[in-house]
């Protein structure tokens, strides 16, 4: 690891647990349940009570219309808490405002207390439900509320565009939201590039990863439209930013977008900025879905070495790197799916209740 990240700690609040509701992911599937028995999560189905006696015995019906959908994208809802205190921040909104709206309606999650609202990177696909779900925040707390406006922190490098060189011709994305939708959303937007602690220190925002591995080379073929009207190669993504807390006896609890800067080197950085305590659990996108099998042997063998007891890959991360993990480090594996709910737990707190 780069010796000035060695240098670069922060002190982060240790916290006695963590709730993790995935709003947003690329895949559903509301029956596989967490094989993991330090995790222990709540159901996906949503079930209505039924009125006395109208179906005879049963007192409950599932609707279709209560499962959550899958879309390509990532949002996920944070609680960390430390005695009585608790703090919840919203990792992402996914690729657009419908689908964020409907799953979170779906999964009754409780958007009432979040406070800070964290922008992994700048792509549609964690961006484009930003405005509706701080709309929804700010509507969920009450007239009362002394939490004032949420945070939105993003990267102060947002581009006008970005896409990707599809040989021929360059595929752009769609904007993202710009500051003055994210404040016109009713949001407090902080530009922040680098290291900076969030809600009490409760969790630690990470600046530009250091690229260590010769592997994780970013977003090949990535592009950028500048100003002057031409695109220009864009791998690297340098503004995407992780979220990292600690669970209490336990270690660090890394979320991660899209991980262009390689899950590897995500999870070093963590190490290195995380005050000295171990890797524990690893969340989010890995970006290696399109990875050939050299980057995947390369990959696991970089997890392995670093020895987190939990991942919960989800996204971006691919079919073939969520076997490799189960074949290759088994029981490390947890689901990652739209409506899903984990609740990990410090030494001491309990295993896993949601």
Sequence with gaps: MEGSAMADRHALKEIDSVTIQVLVDNELDPITKSQN????????????????GERGPAAMEMRMEDICCGAHGLS????????????????????????????????????????????????????????????????????????????????????????????????????????????????????????????????????????????????????????????????????????????????????AGCSHPGIVNICQHALAIGGGAPLYAVVGGFHLADGDAAKLEASIQGLQALKPKILMPGHCTGWRFKFKIEQEMPGALVPCFSGTRYTLSGEGVGEGVA
């Design 37 to 52: 028995p330090a995790v222990v999560d709540a159901t996906s189905f949503r079930l209505r009570e039924l009125p006395a």
């Design 76 to 255: 996920l809802l944070i609680t960390a808490s430390a005695g009585d205190a608790s703090h919840t921040l919203l990792f992402d909104a996914g690729p657009e405002e419908d689908v964020f709206e409907k799953n979170v309606a779906r999964s009754r999650a409780d958007l009432s207390t979040v406070e800070h609202v964290h922008l992994s990177h700048w792509h549609r696909d964690h961006s484009g439900g930003l405005p509706r779900a701080l709309r929804m925040i700010n509507a969920a707390r009450k007239a009362d509320s002394a939490l004032g406006k949420p945070v939105m922190d993003v990267h102060p490098d947002r581009p006008i565009y970005r896409g990707f060189n599809a040989g021929p011709f360059v595929a752009s994305l769609e904007a993202d939201p710009t500051f003055e939708e994210l404040e016109g959303a009713g949001a407090r937007v902080v530009r922040e590039g680098g290291t900076h602690g969030v809600l009490e220190d409760t969790f630690l925002v990470s600046g530009e990863v250091p690229r260590n591995t010769a592997y994780e080379v970013g977003f090949p073929r990535g592009m950028r439209f500048t100003a002057e009207g031409v695109w220009v190669p864009d791998e690297l993504i340098r503004d995407e930013r992780f979220v990292v807390c600690k669970l209490r006896g336990k270690g660090l609890v890394v979320f």
